[in-house]
């Protein structure tokens, strides 16, 4: 088993910045491909961005590339996401995930879930 728990989350500016965290415990962090997702009010969740468990590939949704980094470190059991350049359509609840044995975007590739925390970004 896997414990995530996010951090990092609030209100912000559009045009600000945030970076959130997402703390490991459990098995060795270190084994798992990690994963951002986030779901806004009356919508899916969606995959925001990943990175592989020895960091050498990351990838973002389109929509998020150019504005947000995915980094992690494995010494601190800790994956973060630096969001700048934030926009109201950003506003969602924010997910952290770990997945060990397949990579890739879809939720499936992750077996264990974070509780979340709420980004709202202002216009």
């Not at 995959?47 to 992690?72: E, L, M, P, Q």
Request: hydrophobic share 35%; proline share 2%.
């Amino acid at each position: 088993q896997v414990q995530l728990v996010e951090s990092g989350g609030g209100l912000v500016q559009a045009g600000g910045s945030l970076r959130l965290s997402c703390a490991a415990s459990g098995r060795t962090f270190s084994d798992y491909n990690m994963g951002w997702f986030r779901q806004a009010p009356g919508k899916e969740r969606e995959f925001v961005a990943a990175i592989r468990w020895n960091n050498d590939i990351t990838t973002y949704a389109d929509s998020v590339k150019g504005r947000f980094t995915i980094s992690r470190d494995n010494a601190k059991n800790t994956v973060y996401l630096q969001m700048n350049s934030l926009k109201p359509e950003d506003t969602a609840v924010y997910y952290c995930a770990a997945g060990g044995s397949t990579w890739g975007r879809a939720p499936h590739h992750y077996d264990y879930w974070g509780q979340g925390t709420q980004v709202t970004v202002s216009s």
